[in-house]
């Protein structure tokens, strides 16, 4: 008897993890969705928000992203500081069909006040598309007047979030340049 609880068990337990999946990996739902997502892609053609109506702030590149790349969600503050930036916010959200599969980290510099971090992040992402961190690489984008610094992930690779996200760093980099 005790062996026949024990088997049990530990079906139980599998069957338990494995109901622990990493969601919907591809079905015929997420494949239209992700139909959806590549005719939802911007165009910079179709600009909702204009670049000369919002401030050439963070605040500013914000609403600009959000009126014309999708990017939604609640801005979390982060801690700019660490990488000599005046200000920094992050996006998580969901795009094309995925869930939670878009990160977006904005930060802003002042150019005139750069101090010792801020001078050795800018320098590393010019020189190398990114920065290293506490060890870790950090894959970044600087905006065309290097004002402003970008860190995107996008979990989703299929061809409509591969676009939004050519589309998103493509605003990103000619804000107020």
């Given at each position: 008897m005790k062996r026949f609880w024990m088997i049990f068990l530990a079906a139980a337990v599998l069957l338990s993890l494995s109901a622990c999946?990493?969601?919907d990996v591809g079905g015929a739902s997420s494949q239209s969705a992700s139909s959806a997502a590549s005719s939802q892609a911007?165009?910079?053609?179709?600009?909702k928000v204009k670049e000369d109506s919002v401030p050439d702030s963070l605040s500013g590149l914000q609403k600009y992203l959000q009126g014309n790349a999708s990017v939604t969600g609640t801005a979390e503050k982060m801690r700019a500081d660490i990488i000599g930036a005046v200000s920094g916010v992050r996006y998580q959200y969901s795009y094309g069909g995925g869930k939670n599969n878009v990160t977006l980290e904005l930060y802003e510099y002042d150019p005139s006040k750069l101090n010792a971090a801020a001078q050795k992040?800018?320098?590393?992402?010019?020189?190398?598309?990114?920065?290293?961190?506490?060890?870790?690489?950090?894959g970044a984008v600087l905006s065309d007047n290097e004002k402003y610094l970008m860190i995107y992930k996008n979990s989703a690779t299929d061809s409509g979030n591969k676009a939004y996200t050519d589309q998103i760093a493509k605003?990103?980099?000619g804000f107020k340049k």
């Open positions: 999946g990493v969601g911007p165009s910079a053609l179709s600009q992040v800018l320098s590393q992402v010019r020189a190398n598309g990114g920065f290293t961190l506490l060890g870790q690489k950090i605003l990103f980099r």
